[in-house]
């Protein structure tokens, strides 16, 4: 089977794939990873094993495996406080207020458990060392998924890393930590990472000591948030994870090293094997590093048997291994960047080469290579980081030839630092020079005006298809192989898909109810006008609400501009995003109910902003309109903030959506004659005790009500009788807590709701409904082709034309 490992690794990953977002029950698991031991069986008993046989066989794994990493043993143990034993196998962070390690459970309660990590906070000072046992109380919690579609979860972010569970202390809590008879491999990797930090601290300014402390440990921790952003801006995420590139420098300089002092060729190899593998254990052998470890031992190991190497079947196979070691592995960016930006130098590079022809050279060697990643991770990173830089390839070839400098530069500093370390402040000063410039030519880029694009996230369907073209560009795909009936046929179907496609646009609104926690945010698209109700926030100023959540989620789904923002109040749960989304976003107009104080004042001064009243009507488009309820001018609410809340009402058509911010008893009860017969209630303040009597409720009778609300808040919001008096009036409720976002779209004919969660967790899309739905869409597509085909085949090339 040519490329073997490459079509097990396609169908082992729709395994995962389909484990992943199909519920499928562990009863039908077991059923289907038993016959496939014994179709397997079968086929070897009949010497009959072929490439389908393997195939299916992978796919079964894919799904069995990813079963079997679906939950950790510690889980059993929820929200119990339990004794724990445990040895900190490595240091997550460290601020002046906590550190974070990922713990070894060795023991819960006193009896041992399966290996399996955690990862412990402490509140505090405690400095752990590594391989250090430690004895202490907690409870165990489940890491927090993303309660928003397309936002960071980081529940699956700890699962790549083979985490299930969260445990957090008081520093004091700790009751015994035994540091006796720590493993060699314990002390060599803290005292090479410690070598590492202590070096480079010595002879480089800060932030040069940060960006190559971060490159070789392969922690951008060390980084400041703002230089990975400029990184990541400029396509050149790559660089701070250790990647295959930084292996090959390092590789390919240790082993000319080697062979200037006369060491034979296989002892050479042997020597650098050791070298990759013992830097992957100290930084921790990220997926990155494992990938390039397996690729290079292939890769070295082929030159001494003098056997031929396929990169892209080795490639897959370190794919295969690390997917056995952890499925979700699949699901990690870091994974997901380091094997495509790989693929894609091995299948496009010389393919680029070829269309630069006659220009030849190592400098056209390495353009091809780099157009062959940025083809490969542009979709990747857009899907991610939603931006895609226009200059990303210049910063491409300018800076990596100086980073690859500045990396051996290094690693010559670590060996020298124990023969003639005076000799590093000199190389100190170089490195420190190289590593200016580069930031200095990554600093210019960044200040044309013309740089960044931002991009909503494709789906997958749409990467997929994304390759799909790039294989036909690169003639991988050979599109001329078709015969014309299929080429017509393919042709003929596509424009059926479009006019269906067409026809069935209908005009509609989206209400987002974003999940900001504590606060309130919500987006609305109407027609072509995008428009934002609050701007979410906390009063917790470390939490970055806004730039966590709020605008990332907006530039997922796609949104470049706010025609309008209104904000309700000025608190900081409903307003503190707003001088964020000033910086990211062209703003139309800002909507207030009263005028604040700084620094929110300030913001306005330079922006446009008009002040609402009772009366005010916003014309949206054709179909849309803001009517102003509240507030008045004579209002005498001066200590109370939440009732100068802007309360509107948004007419679709037939449809009225009411909109409170955070008013209380005594704005209601002047609403009362104001609006009837509401559809969709935002919630006011919350679902406050203070918010939504019974008058009022039954006064507006609304359909939905929608609470935006953070899990288990210091407020204990919402009210128990707020919810009673929406039981009574049969008005569905949705609470951010529970659902996360809520979107609900508004059509001619009514509404639909979609939570995106049900009872705080993902909505399961269960097989029999997964297989139906897919079905249905296999069978609509089957007719469609099968009627291009017939088509074609009824009419004579001559008269296809004419007939369409």
């Given at each position: 089977?040519?490329?073997?490992?490459?079509?097990?690794?396609?169908?082992?990953?729709?395994?995962?794939?389909?484990?992943?977002?199909?519920?499928?029950?562990?009863?039908?698991?077991?059923?289907?990873?038993?016959?496939?031991?014994?179709?397997?069986?079968?086929?070897?008993?009949?010497?009959?094993?072929?490439?389908?046989?393997?195939?299916?066989?992978?796919?079964?794994?894919?799904?069995?495996?990813?079963?079997?990493?679906?939950?950790?043993?510690?889980?059993?143990?929820?929200?119990?406080?339990?004794?724990?034993?445990?040895?900190?196998?490595?240091?997550?962070?460290?601020?002046?207020?906590?550190?974070?390690?990922?713990?070894?459970?060795?023991?819960?309660?006193?009896?041992?458990?399966?290996?399996?990590?955690?990862?412990?906070?402490?509140?505090?000072?405690?400095?752990?060392?590594?391989?250090?046992?430690?004895?202490?109380?907690?409870?165990?919690?489940?890491?927090?998924?993303?309660?928003?579609?397309?936002?960071?979860?980081?529940?699956?972010?700890?699962?790549?890393?083979?985490?299930?569970?969260?445990?957090?202390?008081?520093?004091?809590?700790?009751?015994?930590?035994?540091?006796?008879?720590?493993?060699?491999?314990?002390?060599?990797?803290?005292?090479?990472?410690?070598?590492?930090?202590?070096?480079?601290?010595?002879?480089?300014?800060?932030?040069?000591?940060?960006?190559?402390?971060?490159?070789?440990?392969?922690?951008?921790?060390?980084?400041?948030?703002?230089?990975?952003?400029?990184?990541?801006?400029?396509g050149l995420a790559h660089i701070l994870a250790v990647s295959g590139l930084h292996i090959g420098i390092i590789s390919s300089f240790l082993m000319f090293l080697i062979s200037r002092i006369g060491i034979k060729r296989k002892t050479n190899i042997f020597i650098t094997l050791i070298f990759i593998w013992s830097y992957g254990y100290i930084i921790g052998y990220p997926p990155s590093i494992l990938r390039a470890s397996i690729l290079f031992s292939?890769?070295?190991?082929?030159?001494?048997?003098?056997?031929?190497?396929?990169?892209?079947?080795?490639?897959?196979?370190?794919?295969?291994?690390?997917?056995?070691?952890?499925?979700?592995?699949?699901?990690?960016?870091?994974?997901?960047?380091?094997?495509?930006?790989?693929?894609?130098?091995?299948?496009?590079?010389?393919?680029?080469?070829?269309?630069?022809?006659?220009?030849?050279?190592?400098?056209?060697?390495?353009?091809?290579?780099?157009?062959?990643?940025?083809?490969?991770?542009?979709?990747?990173?857009?899907?991610?980081?939603?931006?895609?830089?226009?200059?990303?390839?210049?910063?491409?070839?300018?800076?990596?030839?100086?980073?690859?400098?500045?990396?051996?530069?290094?690693?010559?500093?670590?060996?020298?630092?124990?023969?003639?370390?005076?000799?590093?402040?000199?190389?100190?000063?170089?490195?420190?020079?190289?590593?200016?410039?580069?930031?200095?030519?990554?600093?210019?880029?960044?200040?044309?005006?013309?740089?960044?694009?931002?991009?909503?996230?494709?789906?997958?369907?749409?990467?997929?298809?994304?390759?799909?073209?790039?294989?036909?560009?690169?003639?991988?795909?050979?599109?001329?192989?078709?015969?014309?009936?299929?080429?017509?046929?393919?042709?003929?179907?596509?424009?059926?898909?479009?006019?269906?496609?067409?026809?069935?646009?209908?005009?509609?609104?989206?209400?987002?109810?974003?999940?900001?926690?504590?606060?309130?945010?919500?987006?609305?698209?109407?027609?072509?006008?995008?428009?934002?109700?609050?701007?979410?926030?906390?009063?917790?100023?470390?939490?970055?609400?806004?730039?966590?959540?709020?605008?990332?989620?907006?530039?997922?789904?796609?949104?470049?501009?706010?025609?309008?923002?209104?904000?309700?109040?000025?608190?900081?749960?409903?307003?503190?995003?707003?001088?964020?989304?000033?910086?990211?976003?062209?703003?139309?107009?800002?909507?207030?109910?009263?005028?604040?104080?700084?620094?929110?004042?300030?913001?306005?001064?330079?922006?446009?902003?008009?002040?609402?009243?009772?009366?005010?009507?916003?014309?949206?488009?054709?179909?849309?309109?803001?009517?102003?309820?509240?507030?008045?001018?004579?209002?005498?609410?001066?200590?109370?903030?939440?009732?100068?809340?802007?309360?509107?009402?948004?007419?679709?058509?037939?449809?009225?959506?009411?909109?409170?911010?955070?008013?209380?008893?005594?704005?209601?009860?002047?609403?009362?004659?104001?609006?009837?017969?509401?559809?969709?209630?935002?919630?006011?303040?919350?679902?406050?005790?203070?918010?939504?009597?019974?008058?009022?409720?039954?006064?507006?009778?609304?359909?939905?009500?929608?609470?935006?609300v953070g899990q288990k808040n210091m407020y204990n919001h919402p009210s128990g009788r707020v919810i009673g008096i929406f039981e009574e009036n049969k008005t569905k409720v949705y609470r951010t807590d529970k659902n996360g976002l809520v979107k609900i779209v508004i059509v001619e004919d009514g509404y639909e709701v979609s939570p995106y969660l049900i009872d705080e967790k993902k909505k399961e899309v269960y097989l029999e409904d997964y297989l139906?739905?897919?079905?249905?869409?296999?069978?609509?597509?089957?007719?469609?082709?099968?009627?291009?085909?017939?088509?074609?085949?009824?009419?004579?090339?001559?008269?296809?034309?004419?007939?369409?």
């Amino acid at each position: 089977m040519k490329r073997s490992f490459t079509n097990l690794l396609v169908f082992y990953i729709f395994g995962i794939l389909i484990f992943y977002f199909v519920n499928i029950s562990s009863n039908i698991i077991i059923f289907l990873f038993l016959f496939s031991i014994l179709y397997l069986s079968y086929n070897i008993i009949k010497s009959s094993l072929n490439q389908s046989v393997l195939l299916y066989l992978f796919l079964i794994l894919g799904i069995s495996i990813s079963f079997l990493h679906a939950n950790g043993n510690l889980e059993k143990s929820l929200g119990q406080e339990v004794y724990v034993k445990g040895v900190v196998e490595h240091l997550d962070k460290k601020t002046s207020e906590i550190e974070k390690y990922i713990i070894s459970v060795k023991e819960v309660n006193g009896k041992s458990v399966p290996k399996e990590k955690s990862l412990l906070t402490i509140i505090g000072e405690k400095d752990l060392k590594l391989g250090s046992r430690v004895f202490f109380k907690a409870t165990l919690k489940l890491p927090m998924e993303n309660t928003n579609p397309g936002l960071f979860n980081y529940k699956l972010y700890l699962k790549t890393k083979g985490i299930y569970t969260l445990m957090s202390i008081d520093s004091n809590a700790i009751e015994k930590i035994d540091i006796s008879n720590i493993p060699i491999r314990y002390k060599v990797k803290e005292k090479s990472i410690l070598t590492i930090e202590n070096v480079f601290k010595s002879y480089l300014n800060k932030e040069n000591n940060s960006l190559i402390t971060s490159i070789i440990l392969g922690d951008s921790d060390y980084l400041d948030e703002s230089n990975v952003e400029l990184y990541r801006d400029m396509g050149l995420a790559h660089i701070l994870a250790v990647s295959g590139l930084h292996i090959g420098i390092i590789s390919s300089f240790l082993m000319f090293l080697i062979s200037r002092i006369g060491i034979k060729r296989k002892t050479n190899i042997f020597i650098t094997l050791i070298f990759i593998w013992s830097y992957g254990y100290i930084i921790g052998y990220p997926p990155s590093i494992l990938r390039a470890s397996i690729l290079f031992s292939f890769l070295y190991l082929s030159k001494i048997i003098h056997k031929p190497y396929d990169s892209l079947n080795i490639l897959s196979l370190a794919a295969i291994i690390l997917l056995f070691i952890n499925p979700y592995n699949l699901f990690s960016v870091g994974f997901q960047l380091s094997f495509i930006a790989s693929g894609s130098i091995i299948v496009f590079t010389d393919r680029i080469t070829y269309l630069l022809y006659p220009l030849k050279g190592k400098f056209i060697d390495t353009i091809s290579s780099l157009l062959a990643v940025n083809i490969g991770v542009s979709p990747v990173q857009a899907y991610y980081f939603n931006k895609i830089s226009i200059l990303g390839f210049l910063a491409n070839i300018l800076i990596v030839p100086i980073l690859s400098f500045s990396l051996i530069l290094s690693f010559i500093m670590l060996g020298i630092e124990f023969i003639v370390p005076s000799l590093n402040s000199l190389l100190g000063i170089v490195l420190n020079g190289s590593l200016n410039l580069q930031f200095f030519i990554l600093r210019l880029i960044g200040k044309f005006p013309i740089n960044l694009i931002r991009v909503f996230s494709p789906e997958i369907i749409t990467i997929v298809f994304i390759f799909i073209f790039f294989f036909i560009i690169f003639e991988m795909i050979d599109i001329s192989s078709f015969s014309k009936g299929i080429e017509k046929t393919i042709v003929i179907y596509l424009l059926f898909l479009i006019l269906i496609n067409i026809v069935s646009i209908k005009e509609n609104m989206e209400i987002h109810f974003i999940d900001v926690g504590q606060g309130d945010s919500i987006y609305i698209r109407s027609g072509k006008k995008d428009i934002l109700i609050d701007t979410g926030g906390s009063i917790f100023k470390n939490h970055n609400i806004p730039e966590k959540i709020v605008l990332p989620y907006l530039e997922k789904i796609g949104v470049r501009k706010l025609d309008a923002i209104f904000i309700s109040h000025f608190h900081e749960d409903h307003s503190q995003g707003l001088e964020i989304l000033l910086d990211n976003f062209k703003i139309g107009n800002i909507f207030i109910s009263h005028i604040p104080t700084d620094p929110y004042l300030d913001l306005l001064k330079d922006n446009r902003y008009v002040l609402l009243r009772k009366g005010d009507n916003i014309t949206i488009d054709k179909n849309t309109n803001f009517k102003v309820l509240w507030p008045i001018d004579d209002m005498d609410y001066e200590d109370n903030i939440n009732n100068k809340s802007m309360v509107g009402v948004l007419n679709y058509k037939d449809i009225k959506v009411l909109f409170t911010g955070d008013i209380e008893k005594e704005v209601e009860e002047s609403l009362l004659e104001e609006v009837r017969g509401v559809d969709i209630l935002k919630v006011g303040h919350h679902g406050s005790d203070t918010s939504s009597t019974l008058s009022f409720i039954e006064a507006i009778s609304p359909k939905i009500g929608v609470i935006s609300v953070g899990q288990k808040n210091m407020y204990n919001h919402p009210s128990g009788r707020v919810i009673g008096i929406f039981e009574e009036n049969k008005t569905k409720v949705y609470r951010t807590d529970k659902n996360g976002l809520v979107k609900i779209v508004i059509v001619e004919d009514g509404y639909e709701v979609s939570p995106y969660l049900i009872d705080e967790k993902k909505k399961e899309v269960y097989l029999e409904d997964y297989l139906l739905h897919n079905y249905n869409y296999f069978l609509y597509n089957l007719l469609f082709f099968l009627s291009a085909y017939i088509l074609i085949k009824k009419s004579p090339e001559e008269e296809l034309i004419n007939d369409l």
